[in-house]
């Protein structure tokens, strides 16, 4: 009697049929997700968490976004989860995937060891709303807190305002920022404590506060010098290590504190 290949071996399998044939190949994985439903009663309800698995047949290309989906349109319609653009642009699909903050439209699923299930949860530290979905007011408010908009002085300049190539270098990391909020929720200072900026309102901060063009630096560093600011980071390096855009957060903080040490920007 034929037994049925392990899942390692059926992933294996279809990865070599891929190359030797050129399709696109399929296998099965198992995503363990995090549901939560305030709104529901009984065993699952008034916001006792559960997790629940689904088995899924991928294509080797797709991501944990396309599984996601499927789940939504052919298993379980009541699956919630944001998402818009589906590619690394508006930043509302991040989640805990294999206990790491992630975009799920970049998260592709032969890199996730699908040999395994794949666990999915909402971001921390926020509170959730329903299965993925959480509360972003809090990290908005934070956002919103430390102006992030061009607050240059004087008359309304006649052409553009002109900036070198150097003066652009300073803060061209932390324009790349799609408020995402992988940074902010993979900080352990913000989940113990609610009060902190967290770093992608520093990052935002950052981005205008060493910008040649805007004026209002030092209210901005005021603002960080609270004590929910800047002075709460502990260098964990958690948030550079979750940001999908790249950006070295945990030296936009350290910049931002030197500039507050040293007095100049
Ligand atoms: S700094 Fe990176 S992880 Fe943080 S909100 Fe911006 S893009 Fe997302
Ligand atoms: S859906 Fe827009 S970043 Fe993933």
Redesign the pocket.
């Known amino acids: 009697m034929r037994t049925a290949p392990a899942k390692g071996a059926a992933t294996r399998d279809a990865a070599a049929k891929e190359a030797a044939t050129g399709e696109v190949a399929t296998f099965e994985v198992v995503l363990k997700i995090r549901r939560n439903n305030p709104e529901a009663s009984g065993e699952h309800g008034a916001g006792a968490g559960y997790w629940q698995e689904f088995t899924v047949t991928v294509h080797s290309t797709e991501r944990v976004l396309d599984a996601l989906h499927t789940i939504k349109w052919e298993q379980d319609g009541s699956l919630t989860f944001r998402r818009s653009c589906a590619h690394g642009v508006c930043?509302s699909d991040?989640m805990r995937i294999n206990g790491r903050?992630r975009l799920a439209c970049k998260a592709l699923i032969k890199d996730l060891n699908p040999t395994r299930p794949i666990t999915i949860e909402p971001i921390q530290g926020l509170p959730v709303l329903k299965d993925l979905i959480v509360d972003m007011e809090p990290?908005f408010a934070s956002y919103r807190e430390i102006m992030p908009f061009l607050m240059p002085s004087g008359d309304v300049p006649k052409r553009e305002r002109l900036q070198s190539p150097e003066q652009r270098e300073r803060f061209e990391d932390?324009t790349?920022?799609?408020?995402?909020?992988?940074?902010?929720t993979?900080c352990p200072v913000f989940w113990t404590d609610g009060q902190y900026f967290g770093?992608?309102a520093i990052?935002?901060a950052h981005r205008f506060i060493f910008d040649s063009r805007d004026d209002a630096a030092w209210e901005r560093l005021e603002i960080l010098n609270d004590k929910a600011g800047v002075w709460k980071c502990r260098t964990t390096f958690n948030?550079t290590d979750?940001?999908?855009?790249?950006?070295q957060?945990t030296e936009?903080i350290s910049q931002v504190k030197r500039a507050l040490n040293t007095g100049r920007i």
């Open positions: 930043g991040a903050n990290f932390t790349k920022c799609i408020l995402c909020a992988a940074c902010t993979s770093p992608a990052v935002n948030c979750a940001c999908p855009r790249g950006i957060v936009a």
